[in-house]
């Protein structure tokens, strides 16, 4: 008789606790944009080359992500590194780092945060954008919901065959692509790190400071 209302009592906690937690991630009412677009980023698995920030151009761009659960309802907490991010298409997929992402804070109470700081990653993505999730939920578009939602952005790294180191393979890679232009038969604008249509000594500069760079 006892045991039994211990169980009781037990289980009315349970059931007290489960109704605080705000819920779980909701990949269809949880939505994704870009403050400018498209983004087109420099990144490197070190996570140390372009700003979010500055990757549409301005200097004050920023991705925005609104999580809530299946009510709708905005989930408050969710911790920085609880994202993920890869290619659409799935022929240019990154390599990425621990933690490839973090947010600009926890999400508030309306279940938002930004993203304005660097990615640890390699590899290059020229068309059809990145997919991002949140605690394993890839956010997929309404209606349907079964689309993942694509946000603009272009990356390209010194780590051009996206293996998560920068080296010699790298090198070989842009002096494939070294003094040709947009248009260039053999150009190549995965070596196009400063966004100018060409790839020269800029990039080679570029590749040279983050070589032998990879993930912490
Ligand atoms: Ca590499
Ligand atoms: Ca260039």
């Not at 992402?101 to 938002?112: E, F, K, M």
């Not at 694509?150 to 390209?156: A, F, Y």
């Not at 995965?190 to 070589?211: A, P, R």
Request: net charge negative.
């Amino acid at each position: 008789m006892f045991k039994g209302k211990v169980l009781l009592f037990s289980l009315l906690l349970l059931a007290f606790a489960t109704s605080l937690y705000a819920g779980d991630v909701h990949p269809c009412q949880t939505t994704i944009g870009l403050t400018a677009g498209p983004m087109r980023l420099s990144t490197c698995p070190q996570g140390d080359f372009e700003f979010i920030l500055t990757a549409a151009g301005g200097s004050s761009d920023y991705i925005w992500v609104i999580v809530r659960d299946s009510g709708g309802v905005g989930i408050p907490g969710i911790p920085w590194t609880d994202y993920w991010f890869n290619a659409c298409d799935p022929l240019q997929q990154l390599c990425l780092c621990a933690a490839p992402i973090t947010a600009d804070s926890l999400t508030n109470s309306a279940g938002r945060t930004t993203f304005s700081g660097r990615l640890s990653c390699g590899g290059c993505v020229l068309t059809d954008g990145l997919w991002f999730s949140v605690q394993g939920k890839t956010i997929v578009a309404q209606p349907g919901c079964t689309d993942r939602v694509c946000l603009d952005i272009v990356v390209v790294s010194p780590d051009i065959t996206a293996d998560c180191d920068v080296n010699l393979s790298d090198f070989t890679a842009l002096g494939l692509s070294y003094n040709k232009n947009l248009g260039d038969p053999a150009y190549n604008p995965c070596c196009d790190f400063n966004d100018d249509d060409k790839c020269n000594l800029s990039d080679f500069t570029f590749l040279g400071s983050h070589y032998y760079h990879h993930c912490f």
